[in-house]
């Protein structure tokens, strides 16, 4: 008889549908296990599931969780399972590899990768003069060049929408966690990132202006987005963007390149900051074998290029990174080129980066109110993941 296993996955709509396509070919593929995927976009539901009677057999998160989850007993190692099948992981991307472990085990695969660039309108920059930015004193410079504000002070254009600051800091030689796995959240580089936008925006253009015209920003995933409208010039973001580019404003005429690096720092060059989208076997699958045979399916070669082409994410594979199929998406090269630098950055594994991730969240709010100084803000932050760290 086959043996029927739980596959609840967090995508929904197109990307839901794209990897429910995978899901009906590997069933296809064999007549031993019956695979039911339902799109479940329920984070907490999928927690309350990984401790039940009545939980599944396999899905997807990010991996940014391993630690945390691995560290409860709530994921299944998958080592055993790979040592008996011969399961070659020489072809996974060798720090995203390193991802997938904590303490030793290998926890989850990855079917995804993901790295930020910087995005830049190529006629908005040439209209206003200016080159895209290499370092970050171009960047600042680009960022004036390209904000315009009326008579009442009101911004009608940004030069740059806000990034994200754990990624921004790298740029700035910043870390977050060291080599040892203890907190740096007060790292020069990280403040130095913050400072940045503080200067270069929040001060020069002031709090409540930059609030109100980030309010009239249209939805992300729509025509209406900032970037695509010309509300600004500049924005770091992912690859995926390279498909919605093509989807919502094919006739936008732009670029991506590494986000810029301190001036004194050549070192820095092409920095940027690498996750993953992953799957494991909980501890409580009920039929871990048959998880592991689905799984194993899932990051071969062939259905990660299909789901990844299909959501316009980078594959975990380098055996894929040359696929001519990558070809359909205009841009997608600049992040397949990306995954070659040697400043690729990722948080290394700790059970406390949950609420770190929290906590690093509730702080760079702080000091987008310039409630707080980044030095402040970033100290008390300091000690508070170090009592994460020591619990």
């Known amino acids: 008889d086959k043996v029927t296993i739980e596959f609840p996955y967090l995508w929904s709509g197109p990307e839901g549908e794209a990897i429910q396509k995978i899901v009906d070919a590997f069933n296809a593929s064999q007549d031993a296990i019956e695979v039911k995927g339902v799109s479940n976009p329920d984070t907490q539901r999928q927690l309350a599931q990984m401790t039940s009677r009545n939980g599944f057999d396999v899905s997807d998160n990010f991996d940014a969780n ?5 560290s409860k007993g709530a994921l299944e190692p998958l080592d055993d399972f790979m040592k008996a099948d011969s399961f070659d992981s020489s072809d996974f991307i060798e720090r995203v590899m390193a991802k997938m472990q904590f303490d030793g085990k290998t926890y989850s695969l990855p079917i995804a990768v993901h790295t930020t660039l910087l995005l830049t309108n190529t006629a908005l920059l040439e209209e206003a003069g200016v080159s895209a930015p290499t370092t970050i004193s171009e960047l600042a410079t680009a960022i004036e060049k390209l904000t315009k504000v009326d008579g009442s002070g009101n911004i009608t254009q940004l030069g740059m929408n806000q990034p994200n600051f754990v990624a921004f800091a790298y740029s700035f030689g910043g870390k977050w966690i060291d080599a040892d796995g203890k907190p740096t959240a007060n790292d020069p580089g990280n403040i130095a990132a913050l400072q940045f936008w503080v200067d270069n925006v929040l001060k020069k253009y002031g709090v409540d202006q930059v609030k109100r015209f980030q309010s009239g920003f249209g939805e992300y995933a729509s025509a209406q987005a900032p970037f695509y409208t010309g509300k600004v010039a500049m924005v770091p973001d992912g690859e995926w963007q ?5 989807q919502y404003a094919p006739d936008l005429k732009w ?3 590494p986000i810029p690096y301190l001036d004194d720092k050549p070192e820095l060059k092409d920095t940027t900051d690498l996750a993953a989208s992953t799957f494991f076997i909980p501890a409580n699958s009920q039929h871990k074998q048959e998880a592991w045979t689905f799984l194993k399916y899932l990051v071969s070669p062939e259905p990660m290029r299909d789901f990844t082409l299909a959501l316009a994410n980078l594959p975990a594979r380098t055996s894929l990174l040359a696929d001519p199929a990558y070809e359909a998406i205009p841009g997608f090269n600049f992040w397949l080129e ?8 990722a948080m290394p594994n700790v059970t406390w980066g949950q609420e770190y991730n929290t906590e690093i969240t509730s702080t760079v709010d702080s000091v987008l109110d310039l409630s707080k100084t980044p030095e402040d803000a970033l100290n008390e932050l300091q ?3 170090e009592a994460l760290a020591a619990k």
């Open 255 to 257: 670029s991506a390149a």
């Open 66 to 70: 391993i630690a945390t989850w691995a």
């Open 383 to 385: 000690s508070k993941a």
């Open 242 to 246: 390279a498909q919605f580019i093509k």
């Open 338 to 345: 990306s995954l070659k630098s040697p400043n690729l950055q």
